[in-house]
């Protein structure tokens, strides 16, 4: 409950700020665009479970729509409908920290679960920096939402005759457990650069980080796991392209 209200509650803020524009230099800018780039990702278990960053890759559509410059602070908000490929995978480890061996393949066992997702980021934006001619340095924050597409589970072994015995950790109900809760949603934010050429557009490369105040899998009592959120860094691309320019020969 206080993760689902924590949520609301930045839904709320980005909602009243919106609402508050339009008390500096009046911009109104629409870009649109597209966007790609690599995501590395894991699930903070609860009992823990040994991960290496899962990668995937990420990309959609983006949507901006500039409203002021307040000061020196260039104030936008950004939308964005993007694929992404999420997940974890798994550090099977013996308790020399090598790598475990299946007693039947006679390989080290390696088990990853990909997880596609249909993400919509909200977020609120504030640059310095040239808005027309030059560079830009932005900082972004606000929810994001996360609508499950399907799941693919790779391991290089029968999940019955995994060598559970050599396993420093025993926590492998995850392993075959199909993801629960089909909706995701948490707070991202990031940083980064924003080149634009007159007539030709912008480009960007940044950098972000979502926390998930959801769970894959059921956290109450009854449940074998009390958390299983998503932990993401994203580094990405985004090419937009203006379609509403503001009228003013003074900005630069």
């Given amino acids: 409950m206080k993760q689902k209200f924590l949520f609301y509650i930045l839904v709320g803020c980005l909602t009243v700020t919106t609402a508050k524009a339009q008390i500096g230099e009046h911009r109104d800018e629409f ?6 780039g690599y995501v590395m990702s894991s699930i903070n278990f609860q009992p823990e479970v040994p991960q290496q960053q899962l990668g995937g890759v990420i ?3 983006t949507f901006r729509y500039t409203t002021e410059k307040y000061f020196s602070s260039i104030c936008a908000l950004v ?3 993007n694929y992404a490929q999420i997940g974890w ?3 099977i480890l013996d308790l020399k920290d090598q790598p475990v061996i299946n007693a039947v393949t006679g390989m080290p066992e390696e088990y990853q679960r990909r997880i596609n997702y249909l993400q919509i980021p909200i977020l609120a934006r504030l ?6 001619k030059g560079l830009q340095f932005f900082f972004e924050a606000g929810p994001q939402m996360g ?3 399907n799941e693919k589970t790779e391991a290089n072994y029968v999940l019955e005759e995994r060598n559970y015995a050599a396993r420093t950790s025993k926590i492998i109900n995850q392993e075959d457990m199909p993801v629960e809760n089909k909706f ?3 707070i991202t934010g990031g940083i980064g650069l924003e080149f634009s050429i007159p007539k030709a557009g912008h480009i960007m490369l940044e950098g972000r980080y979502y926390y998930g105040l959801g769970n894959i899998y059921g956290n109450s009592k009854r449940d074998y796991f009390g958390r299983s959120n998503f932990s993401n860094i994203v580094i990405k691309m985004s090419y937009l392209f203006d379609i509403v320019k503001t009228k003013n020969n003074k900005i630069k």
């Fill in 59 to 61: 990309g959609g559509l």
């Fill in 79 to 81: 939308a964005e409908v």
């Fill in 184 to 186: 995701d949603y948490g």
């Fill in 31 to 36: 870009a649109v665009g597209i966007s790609g």
């Fill in 147 to 149: 609508i499950f597409l």
């Fill in 89 to 91: 995978k798994e550090e």
């Fill in 127 to 132: 640059g310095w920096g040239r808005e027309r």
